[in-house]
Nanobody
Framework: QVQLVESGGGLVQAGESLRLSCAASGRTFTSALMGWFRQAPGKEREFVASIPWGTGRSLYADSVKGRFTISGDNTKNTVYLQMNSLKPEDTAVYYC?????????WGQGTQVTVSS
């Protein structure tokens, strides 16, 4: 099994930064795809960014391009999401995701609130 634990959420003002972390434990695979999703109140969960554990390029939602950066540290089995220039519309619960083949694993989520 795979366990994902997010941390780093909080309350910030617009324009400030936060860095989220996702620590993966249990079975991890170099072929896995790591990602961040978010869900705002009353909205569906949406893709934010992804990065493969192995080689490959990162992908971003248009709404976060140029502001968010996803990175991974294989030695720590940890994925990060650096969020800069935060906006009130970034307010959501952020979930870490690991996809192995057709199987998805999710963390419990961490709340990010951006005040205007």
């Amino acid at each position: 099994q795979v366990q994902l634990v997010e941390s780093g959420g909080g309350l910030v003002q617009a324009g400030e930064s936060l860095r989220l972390s996702c620590a993966a434990s249990g079975r991890t695979f170099t072929s896995a795809l790591m990602g961040w999703f978010r869900q705002a109140p009353g909205k569906e969960r949406e893709f934010v960014a992804s990065i493969p554990w192995g080689t490959g390029r990162s992908l971003y939602a248009d709404s976060v391009k140029g502001r968010f950066t996803i990175s991974g540290d294989n030695t720590k089995n940890t994925v990060y999401l650096q969020m800069n220039s935060l906006k009130p519309e970034d307010t959501a619960v952020y979930y870490c995701n690991q996809r192995i083949g057709f199987t998805n694993y999710w963390g419990q989520g961490t709340q990010v609130t951006v005040s205007s």
